[in-house]
């Protein structure tokens, strides 16, 4: 079936990639290996779920399988979700079809028949646009297209699995930090923060307003007050919360490209030329030891 082919191990994710198919008015088929996740998958508004049955449990097995049903089915395009399993597999399959393939791309579009993408770089400074023609491969993260909703029929389809890979061992992910990606509310500490125990002061704030903490990445990977998980930015989370307030980040780009989505960005800063202020909505110049209590204060009334 021509069309647009998704993958992505996280649902919600491939139900964006979906909303993306059915805005260019193509045929989504969305592909998953397991019949569990295709029930959860049916719903997301493609046209088709096709479940991949081979005889490895790897996703990274099945490149060369993908790659040979995507030329078989006449498909435009392989878009990938922007996960760890997502951009292996994706960047497979482009090996394989020898084709195209741009990464973590932020914008995507169809202009007469040609597909046009967009992608920041160097750490958002620069946008890159490429327009890619014929079967392409790309991989997308979450937050960049509206998910729909609409059923789909199930069908399965035997691959055969290239079994090079193989699992030795799979250990947990112990994480201590909040799951910044799905928070509504955002309160984000900088490196002005003089010592730990003023952390107190940002949860203080955080409990007011019902939101998370989050920092910069000298705060988690420098100090070490908050777990590598808080910290957010290019090589961090990457976030779209409805609110997002820092206390003393001056908003260097590695830092803004993790915020950037945030419908309303709020900036405590003393220094007024601090380039956070170019990001934000709401700006307050001052000292974030004497704003944010007064700030706390005023929630509480
Ligand atoms: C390859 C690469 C990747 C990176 N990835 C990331 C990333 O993912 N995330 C990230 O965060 N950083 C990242 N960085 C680091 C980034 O470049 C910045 O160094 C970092 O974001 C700065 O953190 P900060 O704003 O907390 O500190 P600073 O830049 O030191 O800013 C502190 C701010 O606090 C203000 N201030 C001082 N005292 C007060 C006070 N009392 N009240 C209010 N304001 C005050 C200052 O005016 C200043 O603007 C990366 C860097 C590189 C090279």
């Given at each position: ?203 203080d704030l955080a409990e007011a307003i019902g939101a998370e903490i989050g920092c910069t990445r ?84």
């Amino acid at each position: 079936m021509a069309g647009i082919y998704i993958y992505s191990d996280k649902k919600d994710l491939a139900a964006e990639l979906a909303g993306f198919a059915k805005g260019t008015g193509k045929e989504a088929i969305v592909l998953t290996f397991d019949e569990k996740a295709a029930e959860e998958l049916k719903d997301i508004g493609a046209s088709k779920v096709y479940v991949l049955k081979g005889d490895s449990p790897l996703a990274e097995n099945y490149g060369k399988a993908i790659a040979d049903l995507l030329v078989k089915e006449g498909a435009e395009m392989f878009i990938a979700g922007a996960t760890v399993r997502g951009r292996d597999l994706a960047a497979r399959v482009a090996g394989y079809l020898d084709c195209a393939m741009v990464s973590d791309v932020s914008a995507l579009n169809y202009i007469g028949g040609k597909l046009l993408t967009e992608r920041m770089m160097y750490g958002g400074a620069v946008v890159q646009s490429e327009v890619l023609e014929g079967l392409c491969v790309v991989t997308v993260s979450a937050g960049k297209f509206e998910a729909v909703s609409g059923s789909a029929e199930i069908e399965e389809i035997s691959i055969p699995a290239d079994n090079r890979v193989s699992l030795i061992e799979t250990a947990p992910i112990v994480k201590q930090g909040a799951d910044l990606q799905t928070a509504e509310k955002v309160v984000c500490v900088g490196m002005a923060m003089d010592k730990e125990g003023d952390l107190q002061m940002a949860r203080d704030l955080a409990e007011a307003i019902g939101a998370e903490i989050g920092c910069t990445r000298g705060i988690a990977e420098e100090r070490h007050w908050l777990p590598v998980e808080s910290y957010i930015g290019i090589s961090g989370a990457i976030i779209k919360p409805k609110l997002y307030i820092s206390m003393g980040v001056s908003g260097q780009i590695q830092h803004v490209f993790g915020i950037r989505d945030s419908q309303t960005i709020v900036a405590i800063d003393t220094n007024e030329k601090a380039p956070i202020f170019k990001a934000a909505d709401y700006g307050v110049v001052g000292d974030m030891y004497e704003v944010v209590p007064l700030l706390i204060k005023e929630l509480a009334k």
